[in-house]
């Protein structure tokens, strides 16, 4: 059974930063692409960053690249989301997903097979 659990989120100002945890076992780790996507109000899940098994490769939505990094602790089990210069327009609930296939650099949200809860953050103006 593949577990993912999301923290970090929360509220912040524009031009403030948060960091998201996802939070799963070491199989899950080791054998499954990474992806954070996200869902503001009244819009569809979208892509925000994903992060190959081997560390070797990211991926980025064109509206985050620049202000998010996506990385893997492997001692921790634990891929975080880094989001920097955050904009009102970043505001959504962000889930961290997995993805059994072989890397993507432009994944849709229907390629991943397991999702976390999600974590709200909300950017205020």
């Known amino acids: 059974q593949v577990q993912l659990v999301e923290s970090g989120g929360g509220l912040v100002q524009a031009g403030g930063s948060l960091r998201l945890s996802c939070a799963t076992s070491a199989r899950t780790f080791s054998n499954y692409v990474i992806g954070w996507f996200r869902q503001a109000p009244g819009k569809e899940r979208e892509f925000v960053a994903a992060?190959?098994?081997?560390?070797?490769?990211?991926s980025y939505a064109d509206s985050v690249k620049g202000r998010f990094t996506i990385s893997r602790d492997r001692a921790k089990n634990t891929v975080y989301l880094q989001m920097n210069s955050l904009k009102p327009e970043d505001t959504a609930v962000y889930y961290c997903?997995?993805?059994?296939?072989?890397?993507?650099?432009?994944?849709?949200?229907?390629?991943?097979?397991?999702w976390g809860q999600g974590t709200q953050v909300t950017v205020s103006s």
């Open positions: 992060i190959s098994r081997s560390n070797e490769s990211t």
């Open positions: 997903a997995a993805d059994s296939s072989p890397w993507k650099a432009a994944p849709k949200t229907y390629e991943y097979q397991y």
